[in-house]
């Protein structure tokens, strides 16, 4: 998998958006957003609910108009060339448009007629652990079922390009993890995947580049290494009141801010830093040396759930929002 993702960094864009903007009336949904989604990697879109996630994917998928801007999907405009597209791209939205009367079975076979590219009943049947419910009409499947069949529908053939609006919702974990083989298998055969997600953790494991949208707008994009280390990481510990009476002042100097919390006759000290490795070493060395006991010592980078907080409350800086991921 990491070879496909390195190999991804040397190829061109699938996706190129830039001043997308979709309004309805007087309200803006999507305004002027620039995204590039690179041939050959696991893009995540991330965003709170309303951000324009969905809005945007309609637009890239030719099923949604949009009010100003470029768009060019594999080289294509999709509100011009829209079946052109369908035959290299595959699409799973929200909401599938299933024949009710159709089984699960019937309804691959009829995909298999309509879909220019070649695939496997049985396969696909297989993959998303539908095989025992070939029989059963797509009215009597629960909504997990429905999106393991949509998302059938979506990768077969292994088109070029695969768009995925929240394709694990609903799913049991058993389920999760195969959807996860499954995108992953599509990169390692040199596919592109754009999808959305509410799980913080899927997009850790499967993305190879991120971005995160909010009330219309992308606030921050890049490599999950690019986008955390615009915020400090942190280190904690418990240790007794009496080795800092001062509070922080009677802490070594550190190249991060050190902060201190008094809890009886305890004192929980916390420092944000972008020197992780250096001020821990300085903090563990003071403490060895005036014989403190430390107690609850946890030390982390920033995490991707600390940055959608801060997207998701107004709290990013001003320099945080920069698009890290274009050099």
Do not use: C
Request: no cysteine; aromatic share 4%; charged share 25%.
């Amino acid at each position: 998998m990491q070879a496909a993702r390195n190999a991804a960094t040397t190829r061109g864009s699938a996706v190129e958006v830039r001043g997308l903007r979709v309004a309805y009336g007087e309200f803006e949904a999507v305004r002027g957003i620039d995204l590039t989604v690179r041939t050959g990697e696991v893009f995540a879109l991330l965003g709170t609910n309303g951000a324009g996630k969905t809005t945007t994917l309609e637009v890239l998928g030719g099923f949604g108009r949009r009010t100003g801007g470029d768009v060019s999907v594999l080289g294509l405009d999709p509100a011009t060339h829209r079946h052109e597209l369908s035959r290299r791209m595959g699409i799973q939205l929200q909401e599938g448009g299933f024949i009710d009367e159709l089984t699960v079975g019937e309804t691959l076979q009829l995909w298999q007629k309509l879909s220019d590219r070649p695939d496997r009943v049985e396969r696909l049947l297989d993959r998303f652990e539908l095989t025992r419910r070939r029989d059963v009409p797509a009215s009597k499947l629960s909504g997990g079922e429905k999106r393991r069949l949509d998302l059938a529908l979506a990768v077969w053939g292994s088109p070029e390009l695969v768009i995925l609006d929240e394709p694990t919702t609903g799913l049991d974990p058993e389920s999760r993890t195969r959807t996860w083989d499954a995108i992953q298998e599509l990169q390692e055969a040199g596919r592109t995947v754009l999808l959305t997600t509410h799980y913080l953790e899927e997009a850790e494991a499967l993305a190879d580049r991120v971005a995160i949208m909010h009330e219309g707008r992308v606030a921050v994009q890049g490599t999950l290494a690019e986008i955390l280390a615009t915020r400090p990481a942190a280190f904690s510990a418990t240790l007794p009141a009496a080795a800092v009476p001062s509070g922080p002042a009677d802490l070594p100097p550190f190249v991060g801010e050190p902060s201190a919390q008094v809890r009886g006759e305890t004192v929980h000290v916390t420092v944000r830093t972008s020197e992780l490795q250096a001020d821990l070493t300085t903090f563990l060395t003071w403490a060895a040396g005036r014989g403190v006991p430390l107690t609850d010592l946890r030390a982390a980078p920033a995490s991707l759930a600390e940055i959608y907080h801060s997207v998701r409350e107004g709290t990013l800086g001003a320099a945080d929002t920069n698009e890290v991921g274009t050099r």
